[in-house]
């Protein structure tokens, strides 16, 4: 038998992070913190700022590589580059850019707040954030959370949501749902999909602890619908938006994501926010297979589609991170 500490070795080797083969941003090979630097320097620098040098460098380099270069430019200009940026750009190119310069945890911590911040909160970013993370990821936004804000993610959603909204939220939010799909509790999952059919109250706690595919599957025998059909005849408002985004996740991520693109973008204006937060937080994760999931479902291109909805250096940023027509 392999020792405790190999075995956690293992594991921990497991789940750190490896650069996704679905990603369509990735480590630059000829990487050189310091020449990136001074070139954003010039371009920040340039009279009228040149935009197309600091979105090819910083939408053609990891965010490990991004956080270098951060480094490297603090080092050599005594600023911050993130407030060099802020300074330099405006708009929508501005949010995608800042959003880049971040690390996974520091976005999504801080779309967390700006969600929550100010009068009235927005309910759509809270569940699209909560819903689709994996506990690991869960567990680092509560810590960096915690870091930048001083004070406890879960204490934000409790006062800023309400009801069973808020008991699932922050549930979900703690990082500890089952996640574990290898053991396969069929009489669990015959049970909880027996009592779901018949009582709505225990779907919070259903959803948080034993949620699969296979409880979706058994679900059909004990009711007339579906789950999500289902969810839409029960509940209403935010907590069932939040279990409709939720049994979305777990079916098929990636069309779920899909979905999200196409609403940001279908009929007259754009969601900025929605499209450009799903295009930074998945182009270093699973955004080749969004963008099949995409063509699959809607007939034309995500590529296609920005191209369409976008205009100026914000469409070059986003194209760039959409990575290529397919």
């Not at 369509?24 to 620098?45: G, H, M, P, Q």
């Amino acid at each position: 038998l392999k020792c405790c500490k190999c075995l956690l070795s293992e594991l921990n080797l497991q789940h750190s992070l490896p650069p996704s083969a679905y990603a369509t941003v990735k480590a630059y090979s000829n990487f050189d913190a310091d020449r990136d630097a001074a070139a954003l320097e010039t371009a920040i620098k340039t009279k009228g700022v040149d935009e197309v040098t600091i979105i090819n460098i910083l939408t053609n380099r990891s965010n490990e590589q991004r956080q270098d270069i951060a480094f490297a430019y603090q080092r050599r200009t005594k600023k911050e580059l993130s407030a060099a940026l802020k300074s330099a750009l405006s708009g929508h190119l501005e949010a995608v850019i800042l959003g880049l310069l971040k690390t996974p945890a520091q976005y999504d911590a801080s779309e967390l707040k700006a969600a929550m911040k100010g009068l009235g909160t927005d309910e759509d970013t809270l569940i699209e954030i909560i819903c689709s993370r994996t506990n690991q990821e869960l567990s680092e936004i509560n810590r960096v959370y915690r870091e930048m804000y001083k004070t406890e993610l879960e204490k934000d959603i409790i006062s800023d949501t309400s009801g069973d909204f808020r008991k699932l939220m922050v549930a979900l939010a703690k990082g500890k749902r089952c996640e574990d799909t290898s053991v396969i509790d069929y009489e669990l999952i015959d049970q909880d999909a027996r009592v779901s059919a018949v009582l709505r109250s225990t779907w919070t706690d259903i959803f948080f602890n034993h949620v699969s595919l296979h409880l979706f599957d058994r679900y059909k025998s004990y009711s007339p619908y579906d789950m999500l059909e289902s969810i839409k005849k029960e509940v209403k408002g935010d907590l069932e938006n939040a279990f409709l985004n939720l049994v979305q996740c777990i079916q098929n991520k990636q069309l779920y994501f899909a979905d999200r693109l196409y609403d940001s973008m279908k009929g007259k204006g754009t969601r900025d926010k929605v499209l450009i937060r799903i295009m930074v937080s998945r182009c270093e994760v699973d955004m080749l297979k969004i963008k099949s999931e995409f063509k699959r479902k809607y007939g034309k291109s995500l590529y296609y589609f920005i191209q369409q909805d976008t205009k100026g250096d914000y469409q070059r940023a986003l194209l760039n991170l959409c990575g290529g027509e397919d």
